[in-house]
């Protein structure tokens, strides 16, 4: 059974910086091959940040993030950060780690559908 939990929300001005963590409850050898990050504003669908295979760190960057936040790993593999830069009030939404243990394309992981492991969920608030 393995467990996501998240941490590093909370509100910022426009132009601050935030980052958010997310531990997974079992260790890389267990097998996580993927891990994300996604976000829902109210009223909108959960949509793609960023993700990253726990493999060989190959990232995914959304278009209205990209070149202001990062995705990276920690050293044994079991967390993933999310560093986001030059915020904007329309980064505010509820923020999700996500995990995955099969392999998938890219382009598969872009889909919340893609996942079968997530977080509480962190609230991120630009004004």
């Known amino acids: 059974h393995v467990q996501l939990v998240e941490s590093g929300g909370g509100s910022v001005q426009a132009g601050g910086s935030l980052e958010l963590s997310c531990t997974a409850s079992?260790?890389?050898?267990?097998?996580?091959?993927?891990m994300g990050w996604f976000r829902q504003a109210p009223g909108k669908e959960r949509a793609v940040v960023a993700h990253i295979y726990t493999t060989d760190g190959v990232t995914f960057y959304a278009e209205p993030i990209k070149d202001r936040f990062t995705i990276s790993l920690g050293h044994s593999k079991d967390t993933v950060y999310l560093q986001m830069n030059d915020l904007k009030p329309e980064d505010t939404a509820l923020y999700f780690c996500?995990?995955?243990?099969?392999?998938?394309?890219?382009?598969?992981?872009?889909?919340?559908?893609?996942?079968?492991?997530w977080g509480q969920g962190t609230q991120v608030t630009v004004s």
């Open positions: 996500a995990a995955l243990v099969k392999w998938l394309d890219w382009r598969r992981l872009i889909h919340p559908s893609a996942f079968d492991l």
């Open positions: 079992m260790r890389n050898g267990g097998g996580l091959n993927s």
